[in-house]
């Protein structure tokens, strides 16, 4: 029989007009909803969805998203940007088409469940779940900073967890891309740098990799910019989310003269 965890009984979605935002699994600080609120020139709303439903007789699927909605926001290519993470893409992103777009998420999600079921039941109750949630990390100078977090279980060993950070530039639509910071990024030895600033030593000695690569999971401030690292990226599953930040004094060198301008680096 079929459960739905919500307030409504004739609504599958949970709006909230709440700009606040809370962190999980210690990545997201405690002040982000002040960071993201200061001078904010849109307003931020959110969608929010949970549901289950019994699959078989020992399995239970279980699902939870958060979006995020910018009113005020109406680039078509920006907002593309933004839910493409989400794995979302429409015409319009009105809250109506976003709340059916979570809904059919919902829907797929548990007919693939029913059909898995078919060819594999766990011997004792199980529930497999599958979440998202969207947050606003920060907002300053025109540069908006999502995160996006995933986490569930499908019956392994154990469950999984992944978090992404994208930086759109509000005043130019686009995403933040690392050639829009550095000059050349070819010409930056990331391996040295990266090691160098890797300062936990527990996840250190769970590395699998000789060297540690740069990748497009960043975000940063006027003092660092830091790079994210999920679970079997660089480490072992037991090391969790690595967080490598690094100091623009060392790489001030090979930053473009507007990045270091808007963003007020020393």
């Known amino acids: 029989m079929k459960t739905i965890f919500l307030a409504l009984a004739t609504a599958f979605v949970l709006f909230s007009c709440s700009p606040k935002t809370t962190g999980n699994k210690g990545i997201i600080p405690e002040n982000a909803n002040e960071l993201a609120s200061e001078n904010l020139p849109f307003a931020v709303d959110s969608l929010q969805l949970q549901d289950s439903i019994a699959v078989a007789k020992t399995l239970k699927l279980r699902t939870s998203s958060t979006i995020l909605l910018f009113p005020t926001l109406h680039n078509k290519t920006l907002l593309d940007s933004i839910y493409s993470p989400s794995g979302i893409k429409l015409e319009t992103y009105s ?8 809904v059919n998420q919902k829907e797929a999600y548990f007919s693939q469940g029913q059909e898995d079921a078919k060819e594999y039941t766990p011997d004792f109750e199980q529930t497999w779940e599958e979440n998202s949630y ?56 990331w391996n040295k740098i990266l090691m160098k600033n890797f300062k936990n030593p527990d996840q250190k000695e769970m590395l699998l990799v000789d060297k540690i690569p740069v990748n497009n999971n960043f975000y940063f401030d006027s003092q660092n910019i830091t790079f994210v690292y999920n679970q079997y990226e660089i480490t072992a599953y037991a090391a969790g989310v690595v967080e490598i930040s690094i100091p623009f004094s060392e790489l001030k060198p090979y930053l473009k003269p507007e990045f270091i301008s808007r963003n007020n680096i020393k």
Do not use: C, R, W
Request: hydrophobic share 35%; glycine share 6%.
């Open 95 to 102: 809250k109506e088409k976003l709340q059916k777009e979570l």
């Open 134 to 189: 969207m947050k606003v990390f920060s907002n300053q100078n025109d540069i908006l900073t999502i995160s996006y977090e995933n986490d569930g279980f499908s019956g392994g060993a154990h469950g999984y967890y992944n978090i992404l950070f994208k930086n759109f530039d509000l005043k130019n639509n686009k995403t933040i891309q690392l050639s829009d910071i550095f000059m050349d990024i070819n010409k930056i030895d």
